[in-house]
C-alpha cells in the first residue's frame, strides 16, 4: 500500500488565473465596456498603452474605482475612470478621454506601465511550449519587434518569471498536490507503484514513481539489465532525479522507474533502491550498470544482493585521466575484449605505455567493468548512456515544478510505447531493425570463412585469423560473441551456411524476435486529465 503524508488544509491555487483576453485595437477600450474585474480593466489598458506608446500615472484608485492620467499630466488631457458595478466584481467605464496633447517628442525608456503581468501576458502564448527557451535578451527585443518600446532587462526576466509560475503553477503547491497526483496516476494505470517519503514533520524527503505497464515490460519482456544514474533539479527547489532504464530488442530505451531526492546520499539510493525492488524483484541474472558513485554501490549491494554492479566504462575511463587518443582507443579496445586472451594482451601493452592507469584497473576489479572478465552477461552495455540520453531529453524539464516534471515523464514514456507500439505492428522482419542489421553485417563479413565438421554438432571455423569452435547444442561459440550478445556470430552464420540451412532465425536470442518486442509496447499509458477531473481521496 502507497504511503500518503497528510495533505495541508490550502487552496488548491492560491494565485489569480491569467486573463485570456488579449486587447485588440478594433475592440478599443471605450466608454460603457465592461470588464470582468479590476485586474482585466487594467490589463487591458497597460496593453493599450504599449501598443500605442505612451505611459501613464495613477489619479485615483481604490477598491471601488480606478482612474488614470497621462504621464504629462500637466500638458495631456488623456483621464479615464472607471467604477465597481454594483456589488460585483465587474469595473464599468464612466469616463475616458482618449485624445492625447502631451508632447510628441517624448521619449519613453524603460516603459513604466509594462508591469510583470503584462509582460506575462505577452509572453504566454510562446512559453506554452516548455522546450521553448526564452532570454531576457530575445524578451526585450520581442517587445521592441511587437509594441516599438523599451523595457529594462529586470522587467523582462520579472515578466518571465510571473509568466512561468501561472502556466506551471508554484512549486511549492506542487509538493502539496503530489499526493493527490500520485492517487490518480495509480488509478489511471494499473500496477502503478509511487511512494512519498517524508520526514517527522511531514517535510518532502523522496519521491518514487514506476508505472505499471513499464513493471510489467521490464519483468516479462526485457532482458534483466538495469543501468541507473542522477541528475541535478534546476527549478526553485534543489534536488536530484533518479532514473532507471532498461533496453529492449531493438536497441532502444525503456524507462523503468523515476524518483527525486534531496541528494545522491546513500540513504536516499537505498530507499529508492528499495521500492524499485518491489516492483522487479531480484535474481541472479540481474545486472545493474551505473557510475562509480559509492552510494548507488551500497545500494545495489544492499538491497539486490543476488544482483551484479559493473561500472560505466566512459566514467571510469575520465577517472583514468588518459594522456593520448591512442591510450584512449586502447582502453576500449581492454574493455570490449570478448576473450581473456584478447584482454591480457591490450593490458599489458596499457601497462607499457600508462603504469598508472594499468594499476588503477587492477584497484577497481576487471570483472566490474571488463566485457571478457564479467561474471554475467552486459548484452554488449558497457556505458550508461542510455539513461545520459533520457537525462538528455528531460534538460529543460528539470525545471518544472515537480507534478509538471513527474507529468512530463509520464508523457514522454506515453509517447514512446504508443510510436513504438505502431512500429511493432508492422515490422518487416521476424526480429527487430536494430537486430537484422547486426545479423546482416556479420553475414556479409563471414561470407568466405572456411568451416569443417568435427562432430554432429561442433565445427570448426576459420575467419582468416582464428581457427574458432562452434557448438550448436550448447550455444557456445569460442569467439563469445554469441553468448554474450544474443545474435549469432559470424562463426554462427558461417556453418548455418555449410549445413545448407536458408535462415539463421533459430540461433536468435528471443529477446529480439517479433513476439517479444511486440509484446513490450502492447500495453498503453494512459493520461490522468486536468486537475478538475482528479479524485481527492
Known sequence: MSFKPDIPETPLYKSKPMISKHYKKETDVKVGQIFDNKEALDLAIRLKALDEGYQFLNDRSA????????????????KIRATRWGKTEKFSITFFNDVHTCPKTQTYPNHRNANKK???????????????????????????????INISYQQAWRGKDYCMQQIRGSPYESFEMLPYYCYNLERK?????????????????MLFIALGA????FVNYLRPLVIIDAAHLKGQYKGTNLIAVGMDGNNQIVPIAFGICKGETGPCWSWWMSVLKECIGDNPNLLFISDRHAAIALAVQNEFPLAYHVVCCRHLMMNLSLKRDKTKALFWKICKAYTTEEFSS??????DIQPDAYDKLCQVGS???????????????????????????????????VIKLAETYRAMVQDWYYKRRKLAENMTYEITDWAANKVRKKMMKSAKWVVCGVSDHQYQVYDGRYNRQVDLHTCICQCRKWQLSGLPCGHVIAVTKYLGLTDCL????????????????????????????????
Open 346 to 351: 591490450s593490458m599489458s601493452h596499457l601497462q
Open 118 to 148: 503584462v509582460i506575462a501576458h505577452i509572453l504566454t502564448p510562446k512559453l506554452q511550449d516548455t522546450k521553448r527557451v526564452l532570454k531576457g535578451k530575445d524578451i526585450q527585443q520581442d517587445i521592441m519587434s511587437d509594441y516599438k
Open 63 to 78: 477598491p471601488e474605482r480606478y482612474a488614470l492620467k497621462c504621464f504629462h499630466f500637466n500638458e495631456c488631457a488623456w
Open 506 to 537: 533459430q540461433f536468435v536470442s528471443d529477446w529480439f524476435k517479433k513476439p517479444k518486442y511486440q509484446g513490450t509496447y502492447a500495453e498503453p499509458i494512459h493520461f490522468i486529465g486536468n486537475v478538475q477531473e482528479w479524485e481527492f481521496p
Open 189 to 205: 494505470n494499473e500496477g502503478t507503484v509511487t511512494r512519498i517519503k517524508t520526514d517527522e514533520k511531514g517535510v518532502f524527503e
Open 367 to 401: 570483472q566490474r567493468w571488463s566485457r571478457a572478465h564479467c561474471p554475467l552477461v552486459r548484452y554488449n552495455y558497457l556505458t550508461s548512456n542510455s539513461v545520459e540520453s533520457v537525462n538528455a531529453c528531460t534538460v529543460v524539464y528539470r525545471k518544472l515544478p
Open 214 to 217: 513499464s513493471i510489467r515490460t
